[in-house]
Structure formats: C-alpha cells, structure tokens
C-alpha cells in the first residue's frame, strides 16, 4: 500500500517490481506538481515582507501558479529538469543492480504519464531520448529512502564551482572567502536561473565532491537550522547580504532574491579548496519515498 503525506509516500508490505515502479512514477507526479510546504512557506512569507510592487507581484503570480499545478495535477513548470535521484538501500533486501532498472523504467513512464518534458538529448546521435536519471547509491542498515530531486536548465546554468584562493574576488581560503563565492554567484546570475534562489554550497578538497555536496544540500528542508555554528553565521549573513542585492524574484528588482542557504564542508587538500555553489530556482521540486 502506498500512502502520502506532504510530499514524502512510503510503501508497505512485499511491494512486486510493478508496485515498486508505480509508487516512483507516482513520486515524480508528486514532484512535479506539487511543491514542497516549506518552500511555500518561504514564498509566502516573503511575499509578506516584500515592498516592491513588481516583485509582490511576482510572488503573487508564483503562489497562484503552485495552486493552479497543485489543483489541476499539471507541472509546476515546463522544464521538469533532470532527475536527480539518491538511493539509501539496504542490501540484505535490494539489489543495487535491480534498483537501477527499476528507477529507469520508471523514469520512462513518468515522461508518457506525468507527463515529463524529454530534456535527455544524445549528442553523439542528434536526438531526444526522453529522460535519463543520474543515480547515486549509499548501503544503509536503516530503511530503504529513495529521495528525487528535479532541477531545471536554468538554474543548473547559473551555478558555479571555485577554487580559492580567488584574486577576482578577492576570496581567501577562509570562511569570508566562502561567503564572497556564495555571494558572487548570485551577482553573476543577475535574475537568471528563476529566483528567488534557494542557494546550496559546499566546501571540499576536489571539484566533483564539491559539486555534489552543493547539489544534494537542496533535498534539505529551508527551516533545517545547521548544526555547526560557524556555517549556520554563514548562511544568515549570505543570505541577508544577498536579498539586499535588489535582483528580486525573477530580477525584477526587490528584496526577495533567495529563500535560503545551505552550506556544509568537508576535508579539504593543502593545496586545493574548491567551493561548489548550487543555485536553485524558487520551483524546488523534491519528494521522498521509503520502501519497506
């Protein structure tokens, strides 16, 4: 049985490969119709504090569209971006194998039935393919969580990845450094990539983990409060100096230009720190499912 609450499903019972492909396709419909209660949450709060009359607007047009997708069962937005899934399995009772095949059947589904946007495009054969997951795994003793996350074109465009020291912007290896590189990225955006931006980041040793870390800090809740004090000053004082930028939602001028950030670090190398930026777009569309 597959039951729902906010945007997390859980399946009980021996679910069959058919029932498993069923409750992800209903997953991605989830995603991409409704959004995330805290997301709203923020725009509505946002749109409370908010003075300027055009960016009011805005969040308006926003809130009345996350109704509109929600009642109707329609997309949040035309670019349903790439599926962006992340498997915490158990292995005494999932194949890793078996799981891959499974999320991509699925995936070819939810393009017809959702519907999907077909955003995968082969380069080498010229042509539309559909859509095409990229999948990360970790084992797990707990319970099997399948987490989805869709990020759109536009967002995925503004995003950034530096290595500090950075003369440009006269970002050093510590944690003001950080914060320039956060801050900087939304300068070079300019209202592009759809915000208000829900900004993810993260410091490590080499660019891949940076970007990854960066990435996956969206499938956190905006209220999570940091653990780390030292981050969690970060991103209220990024976050501050970033709605004072006056790009707006959508860069139509305001002081809603982000909804939050989200930071975290790792081990870094003597001679390398590299700082992922994640910008997301104010349609942050996540869900979770849990498997028995």
């Not at 300027?52 to 997708?69: F, S, W």
Request: proline share 5%; aromatic share 6%; with cysteine.
């Amino acid at each position: 049985m597959l039951t729902k609450r906010g945007n997390t499903l859980s399946l009980t019972g021996s679910p069959t490969r058919s029932e498993l492909i069923d409750a992800i396709v209903e997953m991605y419909r989830v995603a991409v119709t409704e959004l995330p209660q805290d997301v709203v949450h923020a725009l509505q709060k946002s749109l409370k504090k908010e003075t300027g009359p055009r960016a009011k607007n805005v969040l308006e047009t926003m809130l009345r569209n996350i109704e509109l997708a929600d009642t109707e069962t329609k997309p949040l937005c035309q670019d349903t971006g790439i599926p962006l899934i992340y498997v915490q399995y158990q292995s005494d009772k999932y194949k890793q194998h078996e799981l891959k095949r499974i999320l991509k059947d699925a995936t070819k589904r939810a393009t017809k039935e959702v519907p999907l946007r077909s955003n995968a495009y082969d380069v080498l054969q010229g042509k539309i393919i559909g859509n095409y997951p990229i999948i990360y795994f970790k084992e797990t003793k707990d319970k099997t969580v399948i987490q989805l996350l869709l990020k759109g074109g536009g967002s995925e465009n503004v995003s950034r990845l530096y290595q500090l020291p950075d003369l440009s912007i006269d970002a050093q290896r510590d944690f003001d450094g950080i914060e320039k590189c956060i801050i900087d990225a939304v300068v070079k955006a300019q209202g592009r990539g759809c915000p208000p931006y829900i900004i993810g980041a993260a410091v490590c040793g080499n660019m891949e983990e940076a970007s990854y870390r960066a990435k996956n800090r969206h499938l956190q809740l905006i209220t999570s409060k940091n653990k780390e004090p030292k981050l969690a000053k970060i991103e209220r004082s990024s976050l501050k100096k970033i709605n004072q930028l006056g790009i707006g939602p959508m860069g139509v001028g305001g002081n809603t230009t982000a909804l939050g950030v989200k930071l975290t670090t790792r081990y870094v190398h003597p001679a390398s720190w590299f700082v992922g930026v994640s910008v997301g777009c104010w349609s942050m569309r996540r869900t979770t499912l849990k498997l028995p």
